[in-house]
């Protein structure tokens, strides 16, 4: 089974269960999403016809049955034509999969009615575990999303193939979320952990989330490998997803912003409950011996939410919760994604400064390494924890400061 990317004419090989964004980022086909896939901003939309043209497109099933969170996002017509969204759509048959041109470099506004680029992330580098890491510790592919020897390992590997300083972990971003209780799909090989149906089905479910078990489960397995890559002198990066993304894998996306509009102090109160369980989750990072807390809220941007709940929801929980852990660490470093740190800045919630190193050719590993100060958190942004291995002449690197009145 086979997808051809036009117009590039690239082709992929689909493995099963994955789907067409999966597989257009594993092939390099760019797709424009603002969400990474986690399936909320409804921007990857990509035309699906038979792999054989002189076919109708209806005339058999080509994609697996739409669930209702595509059917909201796209209009009866669209959907009549083969329209659909890459991250949720899996092919069942081969196709041809017709991507728009992107379009031209979208302009978001900030506090001061400017308008100005959104950070530009080319999601250098995969999340998922290459299969190489796989064959060379003989065990089952999942067994590196849940087992600590084995995510410490494979961490450790991939590093160094590809002449990282720092290991990361984990390799999915639905290790909060399930640790909240959602309900997480793991297909075959090669494709990475997704949110099943959404956990939290009406706005007053939001009242009955509970706090994370530190002890069990996935969560616990990825701090005890932060322990062992420690334990071995490996510098260690760990991957924490944002209160609003996290969220957001717990419900249904049209429920959550209904509920934003309706119910605020329910909305306020749920991120707060959360927001609360992932600082305790840096602490303990820290406490394990994680160097660089790396946190990204790829569905809480300002692009994808909009400005009015950016300010007064996702990106305020993200300056609450920096406060927080700086109450509870007295250094570390902290670097934000691109799009949330770039959001952040935008909308009057923080202010950078740039700096440049010394060094030629200098990687953003080192970088980040080198102002490591075990007195004072350092607040880091504007650039792709994926980029840590690449040499650049002109190494740069930002200091965020959060607003007083935020």
């Known amino acids: 089974m086979y997808i051809t ?30 969400c990474s896939g986690t399936r909320c901003c409804g921007l990857c ?57 992107p379009k031209k470099q979208r302009l978001i506004p900030t506090a001061t009615g400017e308008k100005l680029p959104v950070f530009d992330c080319n999601h250098a580098g995969s999340e998922e575990i290459p ?13 590196a999303y849940q087992y600590a ?10 590093a160094d193939s590809n002449g990282d300083e720092v290991c990361k972990l984990p390799f999915c971003v639905t290790i909060e979320a399930g640790a909240f209780g959602a309900e997480i799909s793991y297909p075959e090989n090669g494709v990475l952990p997704l949110p099943g149906q959404p956990m939290i089905q009406r706005i007053e479910d939001l009242d009955t989330l509970g706090d994370i078990d530190f002890s069990q489960g996935r969560i616990a397995e990825v701090l005890e490998a932060v322990r062992l890559l ?12 944002a209160p609003f993304t996290v969220l957001s894998m717990l419900m249904d996306s049209l429920v959550l912003f209904r509920a934003v509009r309706k119910d605020r102090p329910r909305v306020d109160a749920a991120l707060a409950k959360i927001r609360k369980n992932l600082v305790e989750y840096i602490r303990r990072a820290f406490l394990a011996g994680a160097d660089i807390i790396s946190y990204a809220d790829p569905s809480g941007v300002v692009e994808f939410v909009g400005p009015k709940v950016f300010r007064d929801v996702s990106g ?47 990687t953003f590993a080192h970088a980040l390494l080198s102002i490591h100060d075990r007195r004072k958190i350092q607040v880091t942004g504007h650039n792709c924890i994926l980029v840590t291995a690449a040499p650049i002449p002109h190494q740069r690197i930002s200091f965020l400061s959060l607003a007083e009145d935020a």
């Open 5 to 34: 990317f036009l117009p590039s004419g690239r082709r992929a090989r689909v493995k099963k269960g994955e789907t067409i964004l999966q597989a257009a980022k594993r092939t390099g086909v760019p797709i424009e999403s603002a």
């Open 45 to 101: 939309r990509v035309h699906v016809l038979p792999e054989k043209p002189s076919k109708r497109w209806d005339d058999e099933p080509l994609v697996a049955p739409s669930d209702r969170r595509e059917r909201s996002a796209l209009s009866p017509e669209e959907r009549r034509d083969g329209w659909h969204l890459a991250c949720m759509t899996k092919p069942v048959a081969s196709i041809r999969v017709e991507v728009p041109k």
């Open 131 to 143: 299969a190489f890491v796989i064959r060379k510790f003989g065990a089952s592919y999942w067994d």
């Open 149 to 158: 020897p084995l995510m410490s390992a494979a961490s450790a590997l991939i």
């Open 230 to 241: 420690h334990a071995v002198g490996r510098r260690c990066v760990l991957k924490v997803e």
């Open 316 to 362: 305020r929980e993200t300056i609450r919760l920096l406060r927080d852990v700086q109450t509870i660490r007295p250094g570390g470093i902290i670097h934000i994604c691109g799009k949330t740190s770039t959001s952040l800045e935008y909308m009057g919630l923080a202010t950078s400064e740039t700096y440049e190193l010394p060094e030629p050719r200098a």
